[in-house]
């Protein structure tokens, strides 16, 4: 994974010689797999548990009343989703979707209540997730309210790169699962045609190369950062 500065990790990082844990519940617990394009769960579905995810590429995704969609996060292994079920026991506020084929852990409300009595510090790991989170909607917030269409395409392709960027030289990196450019306008906020036109520029200027299949190389990523400003 390539280490870009500045960018938004997929999970906070936790100890890995901390006491029992938030994170040890997943352990031994029931394995989901879901492929490329299944629904993890939806919008308003029943907020019965939370996931791990061991391997793969989720999408987290909002949908207006007129059917446009909004990605709001793409995590990586490691990442816990559907957690907020655990404190509010309301439905589900967004819809998950695989990017690519995945392995998930599932933990119910019911297992995650008799653990956390004994074991407070579950309950403050899981703020942590909140409070990361809720940092995450305010930069994605603030980047659709001041950001240039350029600079939303830019900023989301770089968060790509941190989940699934491969380093092929100095400044470099080659994207490795297929992102299509419907999700890349998803997560940027911006129309697929507004997408389509950015890109272009960027071929032409050699900051970005894109082949036949949605796979994208960034050759410039300092330049890429600059188009943020």
């Known amino acids: ?8 990790p997929c999970h906070p990082a936790h100890p890995q010689s901390s006491p029992p844990s938030w994170f040890e519940l997943f352990d ?14 939806a919008a308003g579905d029943a907020g019965d548990g939370c996931y791990r ?20 996060a793409i995590l990586g292994p490691g990442a816990v989703v559907g957690e907020l079920a655990m404190i509010d026991r309301m439905p589900r506020s967004a819809s998950v979707v695989a990017l690519h084929d995945s392995v998930l852990r599932f933990v119910s409300r019911e297992s995650y209540e008799k653990r956390v009595l004994p074991h407070p510090e579950i309950k403050q790991a899981l703020l942590e997730i909140l409070a990361f989170r809720l940092r995450q909607a305010d930069e994605t917030l603030a980047a659709a309210t001041f950001l240039s269409v350029k600079a939303r395409v830019a900023r989301a392709l770089l968060e790509l790169a941190e989940l699934v960027g491969t380093p092929s030289g100095p400044q470099c ?3 490795d699962e297929k992102i299509s450019h419907a999700d890349l306008a998803a997560m940027a906020g911006v129309a697929r045609e507004n997408v389509s036109r950015v890109l272009s520029e960027w071929r032409r200027r050699n900051l970005v190369v894109t082949g036949n299949s949605p796979r994208y190389v960034l050759n410039d990523v300092a330049a890429l950062k600059r188009e943020m400003k």
Do not use: Q, W, Y
Request: without cysteine; aromatic residues 2%; proline residues 2%.
């Open 1 to 8: 994974m390539a280490n870009i500065p500045g960018s938004i």
């Open 28 to 41: 031994l617990a029931r394995v989901h797999e879901l492929k490329t394009g299944g629904v993890l769960f």
């Open 53 to 72: 995810l061991d391997t793969g590429l989720l999408k987290v995704m909002v949908t207006s009343t007129s059917g446009e969609e909004r990605i709001v």
């Open 173 to 175: 990196i080659v994207l």
